[in-house]
Nanobody
Framework: QVQLVESGGGLVQAGGTLRLSCAAS????????MGWHRQAPGKQRELVAV???????NYAESVKGRFTISRDRAKNTVYLQMSSLTPEDTAVYYC???????????????WGQGTQVTVSS
């Protein structure tokens, strides 16, 4: 089984920066994709950024130019560097990974517990 653990959330002022980290552990053969989603109160969970195994990245339109996703493949870790934060970025941020745990195992989706990001005005 695989576990994702996020860290780096907290309170930051508008215009500030924050860096989230997510480390995957457990039985991992290959990570096909890793990224971040977020969910604000009363809203649906939305994709923020994702990085695929071939290095392609996708960002939500609302965060393009402000957020940067990166990966340390040796550590099975993904980062989200967030800049120019606004109160609209306030949400619980969830780490996501699509992982195969064995040669005969299908790729499965995993989610972290979430880390709170609060941006004050």
């Amino acid at each position: 089984q695989v576990q994702l653990v996020e860290s780096g959330g907290g309170l930051v002022q508008a215009g500030g920066t924050l860096r989230l980290s997510c480390a995957a552990s457990g039985t991992i053969l290959r990570i096909n994709a890793m990224g971040w989603h977020r969910q604000a109160p009363g809203k649906q969970r939305e994709l923020v950024a994702v990085s695929t195994s071939d290095g392609l990245t996708n960002y939500a339109e609302s965060v393009k130019g402000r957020f940067t996703i990166s990966r340390d493949r040796a550590k099975n870790t993904v980062y989200l560097q967030m800049s120019s934060l606004t109160p609209e970025d306030t949400a619980v941020y969830y780490c996501y990974a699509a992982i195969s745990s064995g040669f005969f195992a299908d790729t499965r989706d995993y989610w972290g517990q979430g880390t709170q990001v609060t941006v004050s005005s």
